[in-house]
């Protein structure tokens, strides 16, 4: 178990080089995907989930499986876009990363819509790593405005699974940005081991909390709670997953909410009946 810690304190240490010195050059036409457009006088939710560390299968999984969740608890059927690297490929770079932002951004209604950017790697002090093939890459959240900013949306969510991911809620946050994180600014997270389906954190929150709760807020204090108590039984200092900011955005999420329906049987309508 504590080559697990060791993996996410030390994973980011090869990820050296700036982002903006890779997405200069023009994606390719097929990164950009296809979404399908805001409906009218509705509040659409559109999700963009990345998985940055290809030498690691866990992201690849954790993003994906969290864009699934994410589609059923908001309605978001041919919405969202998922990129990811893996051992083999090189999937989510700096031009795709930014071809999907711009593919949002033409497609939603930028006061009207929200955007969900999930974000799963590696994480360091000043950031988290995106491993692409050979390219090693840092992303800061100045990288992660301009990808949100690129959308378009007025409203948006930030989900960062990766250790030290507390930077990401102080540099970003506001209330028409809520920002959701792994860990606190100066804690690691656990969970980032190959073959692994999550990590702990995207287990808690995705897999269980908003498999039952479509409300980010309480989503995140349920997951908040099984994973400090899960660290605690393995003999980890607690990772503090953080959230802040958002106060316009979960009004607008809970119309989103409402219209997709119940997620599970039983929970799911106890979870509807709350908050719809």
Not at 30 to 47: E, F, M, N, S
Not at 113 to 142: C, F, K, M, Q
Not at 199 to 224: C, H, I, S
Request: contains cysteine.
């Amino acid at each position: 178990m504590r080559r697990l810690l060791a993996f996410c304190l030390i994973g980011l240490s090869i990820a050296i080089g700036p982002f903006h010195d890779a997405h200069g050059q023009p994606a390719r036409r097929a990164d950009a995907g296809k979404l399908v457009p805001h409906r009218l006088g509705q509040t659409d939710v559109y999700i963009l989930s990345f998985g940055l560390w290809g030498p690691q299968s866990v992201f690849e999984s954790e993003a994906r499986g969290a864009a699934r969740i994410l589609e059923a608890n908001f309605d978001g059927k041919g919405r969202s876009i998922v990129r990811v690297n893996t051992k083999r490929r090189a999937g989510a770079t700096p031009q795709t990363l930014m071809a999907a932002a711009t593919a949002a951004g033409k497609a939603l209604d930028p006061a009207e819509d929200i955007v969900v950017l999930v974000l799963t790697s590696h994480g360091g002090p000043e950031g988290i790593g995106l491993v692409a093939g050979r390219d090693a890459l840092l992303v800061t959240p100045d990288n992660v405005r301009e990808l949100l900013d690129r959308t378009r949306a007025e409203n948006r969510v930030l989900i960062v699974s990766a250790c030290y991911s507390g930077i990401f809620a102080r540099e970003l946050a506001d209330p028409h940005t809520l920002v959701i994180t792994a860990a606190a600014a100066d804690k690691p997270s656990f969970g980032c081991r190959d073959g692994a389906t999550w990590t702990y954190f995207g287990d808690a929150f995705f897999n269980k909390a908003l498999r039952g709760e479509r409300r980010l807020d309480v989503a995140f204090e349920q997951a908040r709670g099984l994973v400090t108590q899960r660290e605690r039984r393995e003999g980890f200092d607690p990772s503090n997953p953080q959230i802040a900011g958002g106060e316009q955005v979960l009004a607008r999420l809970k119309e989103a909410a409402c219209r997709a329906g119940a997620p599970t049987q039983q929970a799911g309508r106890a979870a509807r009946s709350a908050t719809c």
